[in-house]
């Protein structure tokens, strides 16, 4: 069974950049595609995009475009995201999920824990 | 795309039914039978209960329904227990490899 597990929390200043990891256990996850949720305190999930983990090709929300970039190194079964000139509102959890069992269904049946980002001066 | 309309809270009795509404557009829901809901307890990750409207993972209880009527999607939880209680989160798929959640309904078991 695939498991996706993402570090706890980070506390960076407005300006900065993160780096969010998203590693898989139990299966790789060459054969599937890996999102990126952001949830707002308070607030729905917002879809931000896939990578592909197949040819590496990356789609992004409208949202999510220009300061934000998607990634993985196959050699540690590690998805990445990384969000650069971090603003305020940008504090959120960020979820990586993708879809096992509902395979191809636009569903995500496994999810990562969740990062806290938390950005303030 | 905006996000899908859901009303922000629901509530109802132990052993009662209570239904979510999820309103989307002709570009979203009534285009596509991707809907799915999420159930989501405070401090943690969301759970996938339906996907392709009406379709239950393994391991997900019979008390969860769901169903689409043009732009609309509904969630039915029948016989209310009080681990329901949580925020749920419709989904749909938009075209495009583009994904849109709603903003949420808290259900509150009384």
């Known amino acids: 069974q695939v498991q996706l597990v993402q570090p706890g929390s980070d506390l960076k200043k407005p300006g900065a950049s993160v780096k969010v990891s998203c590693k898989a256990s139990g299966r790789t996850l060459s054969n599937y595609g890996l999102n990126w949720v952001r949830q707002a305190p308070g607030q729905g999930p917002e879809w931000m995009g896939w990578i592909n983990m197949n040819n590496g090709k990356p789609y992004y929300a409208q949202a999510f475009t220009g300061r934000f970039v998607f990634s993985f190194d196959t050699s540690v079964s590690t998805a990445y995201l990384e969000i650069s000139g971090l603003q305020s509102d940008d504090t959120a959890v960020y979820y990586c999920?993708?879809?096992?069992?509902?395979?191809?269904?636009?569903?995500?049946?496994?999810w990562g824990q969740g990062t806290t980002v938390i950005v303030s001066s | 795309q905006s996000a899908l309309a859901q009303p922000p809270s629901a509530s109802g009795s132990p052993g009662q039914s209570v239904s979510i509404s999820c309103t989307g557009t002709?570009?979203?829901?009534?285009?596509?039978?991707?809907v799915s809901w999420y159930q989501q307890h405070p401090g943690r990750a969301p759970k996938l209960i339906l996907y392709?409207?009406?379709k239950r993972p393994s391991g997900v209880p019979d008390r969860f329904s769901g169903s689409k009527s043009g732009n609309t999607a509904s969630l039915t939880v029948s016989g209310l227990q009080t681990d329901d209680e949580a925020a749920y989160y419709c989904?749909?798929?938009?075209?495009?490899?583009?994904?849109?959640f709603g903003g949420g309904t808290k259900l509150t078991v009384l």
């Open positions: 002709s570009s979203d829901i009534g285009t596509y039978d991707y």
């Open positions: 999920a993708t879809d096992v069992a509902v395979a191809g269904r636009k569903a995500y049946d496994i």
């Open positions: 989904s749909t798929y938009a075209g495009r490899t583009n994904m849109i």
């Open positions: 392709e409207v009406n």
